[in-house]
């Protein structure tokens, strides 16, 4: 029984860390879901103030799956490519990094005005501002303002060395859904507590013949392992590659 109460443990915190990406929880403790800004393919906004004829900036990111914004063959959070023609070419300067997401109140002393989503350490860029010569890191910051779903971003004028982009969107609003994860893991144990107990006293059912849908946790036991032993293989050729140079660092 042990071992299999084992691997239900390892289901459910399976299940957490999922739920949590894509979350940011603030000093208040109000967590806030961006599942739904995230986009299939990633977000791809056209510049349309960089007026170059046949030629255009278009900025490609994404906020939970990064899998489709990539740059010099690397995984990363924001791009800026060039389209020619209206086709997305390779040539591409990377904006911010995947794991420089970070997360704060667009206005600290009213947080129900939103969120800021900002990507840091990009591709180097000359920022007219600095001493000739002198290079910085770009960044991509997204102001997400709370309110009724814009259908796009808007791209707002340029930083320097610094992209920046506005839209509304009700995943930058506090309202009651902020602790729907907790409340769906409290169900959760709720149905399968009161379900054990009520195996265990009223049908007299021992052992772990009592845990509901014991039978179809089983089927999954394979199926885990194998995901587990996948999601290891991939972390560790990740490793391998970052140890032997695989990625460029700035």
């Not at 900002?118 to 920022?127: A, E, I």
């Not at 060395?161 to 729907?180: E, L, M, P, T």
């Not at 059912?205 to 290891?232: C, M, N, Q, S």
Request: proline share 3%; with cysteine; charged share 20%.
């Amino acid at each position: 029984m042990c071992p299999n109460l084992t691997i239900i443990m390892l289901l459910l915190l399976i299940g957490i860390a999922y739920s949590q990406q894509c979350t940011w929880t603030d000093d208040s403790g109000y967590t806030y879901n961006l599942k739904s800004l995230d986009k299939d393919g990633g977000w791809q906004l056209k510049d349309e103030t960089s007026g170059m004829g046949m030629f255009s900036m278009v900025y490609i990111f994404n906020f939970c799956d990064f899998k489709p914004i990539r740059c010099h063959d690397r995984q990363v959070g924001a791009i800026e490519a060039l389209a020619v023609m209206g086709q997305i070419t390779e040539n591409c300067d990377v904006a911010g990094l995947v794991e420089t997401q970070t997360f704060e109140h667009l206005d600290q002393r009213d947080l129900n005005k939103g969120i800021v989503v900002k990507y840091t350490q990009g591709d180097l860029c000359m920022d007219p501002k600095q001493p000739t010569g002198v290079m910085q890191p770009r960044q991509a910051h997204f102001f997400i303002e709370c309110g009724d779903d814009d259908t796009t971003f808007t791209v707002l004028p340029d930083n320097e060395c610094i992209d920046q982009f506005k839209i509304r969107h009700h995943v930058a609003c506090r309202n009651a859904s902020s602790h729907w994860f907790l409340k769906f893991i409290f169900i959760i144990c709720l149905y399968f507590g009161g379900r054990f107990l009520y195996n265990r006293k009223k049908l007299q059912i021992e052992g772990e013949e009592a845990i509901p849908h014991i039978h179809k946790i089983k089927t999954l036991i394979p199926k885990v392992r194998a995901l587990f032993h996948f999601g290891v293989d991939r972390l560790q050729t990740q490793v391998q590659r970052f140890r032997h140079g695989g990625y460029d660092s700035i």
